[in-house]
């Protein structure tokens, strides 16, 4: 019998050793990939060292300041501090006998108690916008209106209607 020529072709184990040395061969020649342990320690913005640091947590007001002068909402707020904080814009006293309504255009509607705390409200008036420029803003509030207590009226008010209306109301 002849031999053949040529080397012979591996089979079996043979052949699996030498795929496993063709694998690691090829894993030999790429060159090492880095780990994060050989990676130099890179900080953003360049802050290496102690201090304050626009990263660092900051306090609620701070931050809800700061948005509301972006966003431009100081008006809005001002006219909600009116409402929010009635009893101390105005102090106790006069807190305890009347409410803010509504603010509209810079015309704050307030509600007394009573017929005589609406009449002395309307004395104080000058002294009550002075005190509300000062804790609130001047600008905010540039007129007050007045009103004692409100009893329902279907003869006047703003949504009332011209004309006789229904009859037999009340069955």
Same mark, same amino acid.
């Given at each position: ?17 030498? =795929?496993?040395? =063709? ?30 640091? $626009? ?17 431009? *909402? ?11 904080? *009635? ?29 005589? *705390? =609406? ?11 002075? %005190? ?16 004692? $207590? ?13 004309? %006789?209306?229904? %009859?037999?109301?009340?069955?």
């Amino acid at each position: 019998m002849s031999e053949p020529s040529g080397p012979a072709e591996p089979t079996g184990p043979e052949l699996a050793r030498a =795929a496993v040395e =063709a694998a690691l061969a090829k894993h030999r020649a790429k060159p090492p990939r880095k780990t994060v342990r050989d990676q130099p320690v890179r900080r953003r913005g360049g802050y290496t060292g102690p201090g304050p640091d $626009p990263r660092d947590p900051q306090l609620f007001g701070t931050v809800l300041e700061r948005l509301v002068k972006q966003r431009g *909402w100081q008006r809005p707020t001002a006219e909600a501090k009116v409402f929010g904080e *009635w009893e101390r814009v105005v102090g106790t006293d006069v807190a305890a006998h009347c409410r803010p309504l509504k603010l509209e255009q810079g015309e704050l509607t307030i509600e007394a108690e009573s017929t005589a *705390w =609406a009449t002395q409200l309307r004395m104080l008036a000058g002294k009550l916008l002075a %005190r509300i420029a000062g804790e609130v803003g001047h600008n905010v509030v540039k007129k007050l209106h007045i009103q004692g $207590p409100s009893t329902p009226s279907w003869s006047r008010g703003p949504r009332r209607i011209r004309g %006789r209306g229904p %009859r037999d109301t009340y069955g």
